[in-house]
């Protein structure tokens, strides 16, 4: 097992991460930027070193900075948490080149899985379903030719995007041309690559996406999937749950089985995730995310595995704990994000004051979170991560509201009392909601206030 490694994040997965290092006896070296010095991940870590001023570009995506923290204090390992440099298939090889074990899977995947129209080109190959669409297009007369084949609604769709940016929905083809220009334009501007495909739009489809876990020795397995179909309009998460509600058992077994397909054909290593839309009893693979995921949490309370511990142990070159048949779901699990977000979910910067998290049975809180925080806008506004564990779901709907009820967060706006109506709305209750599903209960909550 490694004996340090160095946590190149900030925020709660940064704290999650500690934790799972030194349950596993691995000392910790924590990164930070200057507004960062007073922050819990760097109290927890063992050491710490400053990586730059504020702006994130300066500190947390400061490869030789954070290169340079890991050789001194002789760390053999890098944990790159989620976002900043978590997909970045250079930092992947630069760990390499300099010793590091970088914990994710090797850096040809990560390259592969982050050019969006090659994933999915590598999964139609693998059998994998994919959304009827087109390959990179070469101009809007292509996208006419490709549109005009798969049929209107279509939605064009940036290869270096993912999340969202770069994408536009085009109802018809008189709207082709300068939807096209529009995409193009936002991805180049964003990834400094305007490449575009298209595909078939798909009429309310829900977002289920299945965990897996795979070793060096080639073992994949699947830890099941979650439903994060309740999303902002920004494309950003805000509540997950898992199993996914009303879901036929023959879809579950059946999007089990493909996404360890899919691990397999790209001989995957470290936890990942496949993204699905799934549209009536269809699913389509949709993206591959090569990191441990915020919503990572809601797996672990249902399955009962710690999914960072793992992404340590296989990069140590363990074998994979688990078999397939050890993982049995057991009970239900949601998490609600709890940012520091005003109203439409707009940044709130502020100093926290009064913090009181919840807790007790079947309730788990992952946050870095204390009274005299300073939320600044630099960084991703997640404070908290509320876990609701339940033997069924309304026990964990009835768990998370009173968990919210108890959360108190003082100075600064948060999406509490938002996460609080999805979880009284007749709808969300019912299970299985569509991705428009938060979009209109805004618009709903605007209108009646
Ligand atoms: C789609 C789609 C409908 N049809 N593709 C949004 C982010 C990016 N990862 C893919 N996305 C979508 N792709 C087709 N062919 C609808 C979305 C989409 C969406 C997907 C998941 C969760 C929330 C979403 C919100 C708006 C649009």
């Not at 004996?3 to 990164?31: D, S």
């Not at 309370?301 to 704990?321: F, H, N, P, T």
């Not at 979880?423 to 805004?442: H, K, N, Q, Y």
């Amino acid at each position: 097992m490694f004996k340090k490694v160095l946590i190149a994040n900030r925020g709660e997965i940064a704290v999650r991460v500690n934790r799972a290092a030194h349950e596993l006896g691995i000392a910790t070296v924590a990164i930070f930027s200057e507004p960062d010095r007073a922050s819990l991940h760097v109290r927890n870590a063992d050491e710490s070193f400053c990586v730059g001023p504020g702006a994130a570009a300066r500190s947390y995506l400061n490869i030789p900075n954070i290169i340079s923290a890991a050789l001194i204090s002789g760390a053999d390992a890098v944990h790159p948490g989620y976002g900043f440099l978590a997909e970045n298939a250079r930092f992947a090889e630069i760990c390499a080149d300099h010793g590091l074990c970088f914990v994710g899977p090797a850096p040809e995947t990560i390259a592969q899985m982050g050019d969006k129209a090659t994933a999915k080109a590598i999964m139609r190959d693998a059998k994998v379903p994919t959304t009827p669409g087109s390959d990179i297009l070469a101009s809007v007369s292509d996208a006419f030719v490709a549109a005009r084949a798969v049929g209107y609604p279509v939605m064009l769709k940036a290869t270096a995007g993912g999340g969202g940016k770069g994408m536009r929905a085009v109802n018809v083809p008189d709207d082709l041309e300068s939807a096209f220009m529009v995409a193009q334009a936002e991805a180049e501007a964003n990834f400094k690559d305007g490449r575009l495909y298209l595909e078939k739009l798909l009429e309310q489809p829900r977002h289920i996406e299945v965990q897996v876990l795979g070793d060096t020795f080639g073992n994949v397995v699947h830890v099941g999937e979650r439903d994060c179909s309740v999303q902002k309009p920004s494309h950003q998460k805000l509540v997950e749950e898992a199993p996914a509600p009303v879901l036929g058992d023959a879809l579950r077994t059946k999007l089990h089985r493909i996404a360890v397909a899919a691990a397999r054909a790209v001989g995957y290593r470290s936890a990942g995730t496949l993204e699905f839309l799934v549209s009536g009893d269809d699913a389509f693979f949709m993206e591959m995310n090569t990191r441990i995921q915020v919503e990572h949490s809601v797996t672990e309370m249902v399955y009962g595995v710690d999914l960072v511990r793992e992404q340590l142990r296989i990069a140590a070159g363990e074998k994979l704990e688990l078999a397939q048949r050890d993982l049995v779901a057991r009970g239900h699990a949601i998490e609600c994000r709890i940012n520091a977000e005003g109203a439409d979910f707009t940044p709130a910067a502020g100093t926290l004051g009064d913090v009181a998290l919840p807790g007790g049975f079947g309730v788990r809180v992952d946050s870095h979170a204390y009274a005299g925080l300073v939320v600044s806008p630099f960084y991703d506004a997640l404070l908290a991560k509320i876990i609701a564990h339940g033997r069924t779901r309304d026990e964990a709907i009835e768990r998370m509201s009173a968990a919210l009820a108890d959360t108190h967060l003082g100075g600064v706006k948060t999406t509490v009392a938002t996460c609080a109506a999805v979880m009284r709305d007749e709808r969300f209750r019912a299970g299985g909601v569509a991705i428009d599903f938060l979009p209109a209960l805004g618009t709903a909550a605007a209108a009646s206030a």
